[in-house]
């Protein structure tokens, strides 16, 4: 199960007829996001519900990451790996203007994006 989502929008401008929002439904409200180039959001998503809106005329593009568990540090005196199967993939990027033009450019010109 999921328990964390974390998305970054790729797409330049988008008519605003046409946005493909990400809904969440929330306890006392729905919220839609827009997706706006660059825009991240983080939410816990085995508690929030969601869905993705759908859109016309245009191509969505996004950076969608799921975090499904929470890896426990590792005890000091233990210091063994563990190869479970899992991958995690970490992107320094705090506040890095040009992350979501690079990731754009990584989907671009990927073999099998």
Do not use: C
């Not at 790729?10 to 996001?33: A, H």
């Not at 593009?61 to 970490?90: C, H, L, S």
């Amino acid at each position: 199960m999921r328990k964390y989502t974390v998305i970054t929008y790729l797409n330049d401008e988008i008519p605003t007829e046409n946005q493909g929002q990400l809904r969440l439904f929330l306890d006392d409200k729905i919220v839609d996001i827009i997706p706006r180039f660059g825009r991240t959001i983080l939410f816990k998503s085995e508690v929030v519900e969601h869905e993705v809106r759908p859109t016309k005329g245009y191509d969505r593009y996004a950076i969608t990451t799921w975090f499904n568990r929470i890896q426990p540090p590792m005890v000091e005196d233990k210091k063994e790996e563990v190869n479970d199967g899992t991958i995690f993939v970490g992107i320094p990027a705090y506040r890095d203007p040009q992350l979501a033009s690079t990731l754009k450019s990584m989907i671009e010109h990927a073999k099998n994006p």
